[in-house]
């Protein structure tokens, strides 16, 4: 395998992919590459499972090559797992990061520190044509600041602390995030099992 498509519009998960699957001589195109427009995918799942898996089928039927699809989003205890598949619309369908994060800042208003943990998950769905589509799945455990503060990573980045670490995710230099995070996890654990099942040829 030398290249591979990723089914998603998500700039800042397309630039960690191509950065994580560059390092082992793997191309990654997502959509933003493709010359033609491809309607939005409706994630209609209640899982991060059923969204990658709706992902990676929708464009790996529509190309017949195989695809990557990648659900992921933030799990905050302190809100029941919010917002959870809901984290690129937590604030409303527009998608918007800021507005996101700032909502779970004002509902977590007022919890102490240590009632302030959270995870990332990421879900990572391989459709081929002709096979069963796998899923694998990754988590980077950590907690939520009171502010944003940070440049680099997109989404919660700025509020999301990794366990012992008193730098947010967005402090943390794309190499860095790479190295912990939950896509690099789901990432890894792909890659063995598509090295165990000789299929990474
Ligand atoms: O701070 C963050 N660092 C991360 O590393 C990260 N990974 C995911 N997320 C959040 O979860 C949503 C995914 O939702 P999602 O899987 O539906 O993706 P999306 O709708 O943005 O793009 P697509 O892949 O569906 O086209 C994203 O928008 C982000 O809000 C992250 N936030
Ligand atoms: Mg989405």
């Known amino acids: 395998m030398k290249q591979i498509l990723l089914a998603t519009k998500n700039k800042g998960k397309a630039k960690e992919f191509k950065e994580i699957f560059g390092q082992i001589g793997i191309e990654v195109l997502s959509l933003l590459d493709m010359e033609e427009t491809i309607p939005e995918i409706e994630e209609t799942g209640t899982t991060f499972e059923e969204n990658a898996v709706i992902k990676a089928e929708t464009i790996a039927e529509r190309f017949q090559i195989p695809v990557l699809g990648d659900d992921s989003g933030l799990e905050v205890d302190a809100l029941n797992?919010?917002?959870?598949v809901y984290s690129a619309r937590?604030?409303?369908?527009?998608?918007n990061d800021q507005k996101n994060l700032e909502k779970v800042l004002e509902e977590?208003?007022?919890v102490?520190?240590?009632n302030r943990t959270a995870r990332f998950v990421c879900v990572l769905a391989l459709a081929r044509p002709g096979?069963?589509?796998?899923?694998?799945?990754?988590?980077?455990?950590?907690?939520?600041?009171e502010e944003p503060?940070?440049?680099h990573g997109f989404g919660y980045d700025p509020i999301f602390y990794p366990e012992g670490s008193h730098r947010s995710l967005a402090?943390?230099?794309?190499?860095?995030k790479n190295q912990i995070s939950h896509r690099r996890h789901a990432i890894d654990q792909m890659i063995s099992w598509l090295k165990q099942n000789d299929a990474m040829e």
């Open 90 to 95: 937590y604030a409303g369908l527009e998608k």
């Open 131 to 145: 096979s069963q589509t796998i899923t694998k799945r990754g988590t980077c455990e950590g907690c939520i600041g």
């Open 149 to 151: 503060i940070g440049e």
């Open 171 to 176: 402090q943390y230099s794309p190499e860095e």
């Open 108 to 110: 977590l208003k007022g």
């Open 81 to 84: 797992g919010e917002p959870g």
């Open 112 to 114: 102490k520190t240590d």
